[in-house]
Structures are given as structure tokens and as C-alpha cells.
């Protein structure tokens, strides 16, 4: 949705599989690991579009839309350059013994893929980071950083932990499947506060450089947290609150006005077309993008036009325990509707944001009528029923 401007109903890529029958790709490549299904030929991704404006583009982080070689190639998908992992397995652990320079491995020694090693990943992306910016300085320059931390495994460097080893209290690890932490939360801390740092060092950069003010940085996650994030409901996966509210931060100087807040509801797919229109590419009525430009609203102009955004899983099931389903949001209502049994759960984001109370049931009216609406929605895009994408 982010890199493509469609919604969930449109997305190409809807779930995290792995891909089969590349067996001849991954020998030419030496995969390791299997990498996600890939990203079509005929998709169009921000970095293209920035791309074909004249812009450098280059992506220091993580990649889940397809390894080299295969069609969703970050190189084939816009980017001069990509720095890291290429494969969602590969980024669960923080000290690899390589990453990617493009379709080339770049060995790090001292790192086994251990609790710790001699090279986080983390310093690495921000070094290539801070090297894009500078050697594009004069140029118009797209730099997108889907940082990997915090994600498990949960490492950082050991004396980072320090920060938070003595005064937060510590309880047991029990997520399987991960690489164990003997401080779980000291360290789960460290690595939040390890990433702000980051960030830090990249606005650093912009501002000893004179580039601040020409610069739009936006800072948002792909979606909510691993764990508990009280007062908001569920977490990852799930589409509760606690599922698909992420921070959207903005930074313009001259253009945004510092410490503004707003309770706007915007989406991912908004990202693709935002950009596009502050980088001078004029949009249309018959834009093929499903997210909205947020650019005139950003500079107090002018009002959005859609009244609600939708949400649909139809194959996405992160947790043993989640229910597919779809949901709408319009105004402070949010419903969802749950494939599993035709359910519905009605909430009002305004009064109980963490959907303690559902309205389905005193409130029939509202609930069939935003129904009908996801219904609708539904029909339009093609996206009624949970289905499986083929290979391409």
C-alpha cells in the first residue's frame, strides 16, 4: 500500500508468503533465504514515479516485495540503490552474516547470526543513509529507510542495554520462534531508543547540510505494535486499534507548522500520491491511485475529499487466533466486519478508543448502513471474498 498507492481492496501483494518455483533465480543469486512474493512488471512504485521525475532513489532497510532477480526487485522496482535485507526471515536477526548492496552480498565479519556480533545492521543502514544523502546533495533525492528495528529478534548492541537494564523490571521471554533475550524489555526499550537515535543522526545530517528546509521528512510504521500498546486493542495483525493506528509524523520547515497535531485519519496509501504532488508531478481525476494527496491539506488548503477508509485482510492471519475480515471507518465509528461468521462489531473511536464496547447490537441502524457502505466498497474493488494471488 505504502510503495504503491493502493488499498488493501487493490494491493497486489496481500499477505506474506514466501515464493515457489524460483529454484533457478535463487542458484543464480545464492539466496539464503526465500525472500516475498514479488512485486509485477506492470506495478508502478513511488520510487518509479519519483524516478522518472529526475529524483535518485535509494532504500536502506528491509525489503519484503521480492529478491533479485525475480520481478519485484528493488532495482527493477525503481531503486538506483538498496542497502539491506532482502527477505522478511533474513531481517529476524539484527547481526546477519551479510546484507545486500543490490544484487551483490556484502560479507560482515564478526557477525554468526548470535545474540551479538560486531556489526548491527542498524548502524550500517543509517552509514548508507547519511552516504545517499551526501552524494546526492544537489540533486532531488528520495530516500525511503524501512528501518528493522524494533522487530524481533530483540538485539541491540549490549551496551545499549545498559540504558534501561536497571530500571526497568524484567519478566520472562516467551515468544517462540525468535531468538531469545536474557532482558527482553531492557532491550526492547533500547532498541526504540536506538532507532530514535538514528533518526536523529539523518535529520542531523539535512540540517549541517542547508537541506532542512527543502526537505519532507514523514515518519510512520507499516503497521501497530508486536506487543501490547495500552489503552489501544490487540496489536499486529489484528484490525483492532491496536492493529493499523500507526504514528504519521511530518516535518517541513517553512511549510508545516511546528508542533501541529491532528486527529485526521489518513492511510498508507496515501504516501505514493502526497509525495508525487509535492515532488511537481500534477495529479488528475482519472489518477489510478486509490490513496489521497495530502499535500493541500498539509499546507491548510484544502479539505480532503474522501468521507471514510476501508481496511481489508483477506488472507492475513498473523496470529492463530485472528479473524479475517474487512472494516470501515468513517467519522469516529468503526466497523468490522469478521468473514469467519458474518459478524459485526461496531465501535465509536471518540469515546472508547479501545474498543471495549460494541455497538452492533444498540446501534442496528449505523451498523447495517456502514455494511452496506463496506459492502459496496467491497464490490467496487473486486475484493469480496478472501482469495489467493498466482505467481506471476
Not at 516485495?65 to 531481517?91: E, I, K, S
Not at 530483540?154 to 516467551?174: H, K, L, N, R, S
Request: charged share 25%; with cysteine.
Amino acid at each position: 500500500m505504502l510503495l504503491t498507492g493502493k488499498h488493501s481492496g487493490h494491493a497486489y501483494v496481500r499477505d506474506n508468503r514466501n515464493p515457489k518455483g524460483l529454484d533457478a533465480i535463487k542458484a543464480q543469486y545464492q539466496w539464503e533465504f526465500p525472500g516475498q512474493y514479488p512485486l509485477p512488471p506492470e506495478e508502478t512504485t513511488l520510487a518509479e514515479a519519483l524516478h522518472d521525475q529526475g529524483y535518485a532513489t535509494g532504500a536502506m532497510g528491509k525489503w519484503g516485495l521480492g529478491h533479485f532477480g525475480t520481478t519485484g526487485d528493488p532495482n527493477r522496482q525503481g531503486f538506483d540503490l538498496f542497502y539491506g535485507f532482502n527477505c522478511q526471515v533474513h531481517a529476524h536477526n539484527h547481526y546477519p552474516r551479510f546484507l545486500w548492496r543490490n544484487g551483490t552480498k556484502e560479507t560482515l565479519p564478526g557477525n554468526d547470526r548470535t545474540l551479538y556480533g560486531e556489526t548491527f545492521s542498524q548502524d550500517r543502514f543509517i552509514e548508507e543513509a547519511i552516504g545517499f544523502i551526501d552524494a546526492h546533495r544537489q540533486d532531488p533525492f528520495f530516500l525511503f529507510m524501512p528501518f528493522t528495528i524494533p522487530h524481533l529478534s530483540i538485539q541491540v548492541p549490549e551496551w545499549a542495554v545498559g540504558w534501561y537494564d536497571q530500571t526497568i523490571e524484567e519478566e520472562a521471554y516467551e515468544h517462540k520462534g525468535y531468538l531469545p533475550h536474557p532482558k527482553p524489555r531492557a532491550g526492547y526499550a533500547a532498541m526504540v531508543t536506538y532507532l530514535d537515535y538514528g533518526v536523529g543522526l539523518i535529520m542531523n545530517k539535512l540540517r549541517s547540510l542547508g537541506l532542512e528546509e527543502e526537505t519532507l521528512v514523514i515518519f510512520t510504521s507499516d503497521n501497530g505494535s508486536l506487543f501490547e500498546n495500552l489503552p489501544l486493542r490487540s496489536n499486529k495483525g489484528y484490525l483492532y486499534e491496536g492493529g493499523i493506528r500507526v504514528p504519521w509524523i511530518m516535518r517541513w520547515p517553512g511549510e508545516i507548522e511546528a508542533g501541529k497535531t491532528s486527529s485526521l485519519p489518513v492511510i498508507s496509501s496515501d504516501l505514493f500520491p502526497t509525495l508525487r504532488d509535492v515532488a511537481g508531478w500534477e495529479l488528475s481525476e482519472t489518477d489510478p491511485l486509490d490513496g489521497e494527496s495530502l499535500k493541500g491539506w498539509i499546507l491548510g488548503e484544502i479539505p480532503l475529499k474522501r468521507n471514510a477508509l476501508y481496511f481489508h485482510y483477506p488472507n492475513y492471519a498473523f496470529h492463530k487466533n485472528n479473524r479475517l475480515g474487512s472494516a470501515i471507518r468513517k467519522g469516529h465509528h468503526k466497523l468490522i466486519h469478521f468473514y469467519d461468521d458474518d459478524s459485526l462489531e461496531l465501535y465509536d473511536l471518540e469515546k472508547d478508543l479501545a474498543e471495549s464496547k460494541d455497538l452492533s447490537a444498540s446501534s442496528p441502524e449505523l451498523a447495517r448502513a456502514l455494511k452496506l457502505e463496506l459492502d459496496q466498497w467491497r464490490q467496487r474493488t473486486r475484493a469480496i471474498a478472501p482469495t489467493r494471488v498466482a505467481l506471476p
